[in-house]
């Protein structure tokens, strides 16, 4: 997908009570991300590559189909202190703990279960690697909630993908999330305390939320950037074959989300 065009005519904008909530810094950073080593359709981005797991933009399903084709010895996943893992180490498969999480959140203690979840991660001794590691550990891809603050200049010339969703459903997805978890999950950083009382808009018009994903991703140059309503195309471009499949995974609770043709719904 070519950012300088197909994409940006895809970002949907979204409106809150008059509040410009989409994602504008993203558009002025499109010629320099579009200019360095932008992949176009029918190309395959080089491996190792990087994908910046912006939160609720189907990255838990793009790992899953990630380990599926290409194995997951050749797939690490984000763990603590910023640092990857071979898939192949994890105690658990994506669809595995897709299943509990849905069981916890249904049950009303995804708040519980993330904790019980971090805890019992934290006493199995992985064999965790930097990114600037990447090259060396013979891997095809890291993936997970790494940032622009994770690309440092020794690893500047690697491939780095990502998927992007429209604004709103984004945000009503992470919103509804947060609020679920009352408040507690690991990658969320705002200034707004939890609350039962917090409302949706007062969540998203916090400066640390607002153009999340523009946030997210810097001024880094993108090579290959998808959107969660084409999925298989980005996939295909890093390198998975076109009849993986794509699990419905970790799916967005945006039910009742303010609709765009009706900014002041809530």
Request: net charge negative; hydrophobic share 35%.
């Amino acid at each position: 997908m070519n950012i300088n065009k197909d994409l940006l005519n895809g970002i949907y904008m979204a409106r809150l009570r008059g509040k410009n909530l989409h994602e504008t810094s993203y558009s002025s950073q499109a010629s320099k991300q579009a200019s360095k080593g932008t992949y176009h359709m029918g190309e395959t981005i080089s491996k190792p590559f990087i994908n910046l797991h912006i939160p609720k933009t189907a990255g838990t399903s793009m790992r899953a189909a990630l380990i599926d084709d290409f194995g997951a010895d050749r797939v690490a996943f984000m763990m603590f202190e910023r640092q990857a893992v071979r898939a192949s180490e994890l105690p658990f498969g994506v669809e595995e703990m897709d299943i509990e999480r849905r069981a916890a959140r249904d049950a009303g203690q995804l708040a519980t279960f993330s904790a019980r979840m971090s805890e019992a991660n934290r006493t199995i001794d992985y064999d965790a690697f930097s990114l600037s590691e990447i090259r060396s550990r013979d891997v095809d891809v890291a993936t997970g909630h790494f940032n622009h603050k994770d690309i440092t200049q020794d690893i500047m010339d690697v491939p780095l993908v990502t998927i992007l969703r429209d604004p709103l459903e984004r945000a009503w997805s992470h919103f509804s999330q947060w609020r679920e978890a009352k408040g507690s999950i690991w990658w969320h950083s705002s200034d707004v305390i939890y609350s039962d009382d917090v409302s949706f808009e007062e969540f998203v018009t916090d400066q640390k939320l607002v153009n999340y994903q523009s946030q997210w991703l810097g001024e880094l140059s993108i090579s290959v950037t998808g959107v969660t309503t084409n999925l298989s195309e980005f996939l295909e471009q890093v390198g998975v074959r076109p009849d993986t499949r794509i699990p419905l995974l970790n799916p967005g609770m945006h039910r009742g989300v303010p609709s765009l043709s009706n900014p002041s719904s809530t």
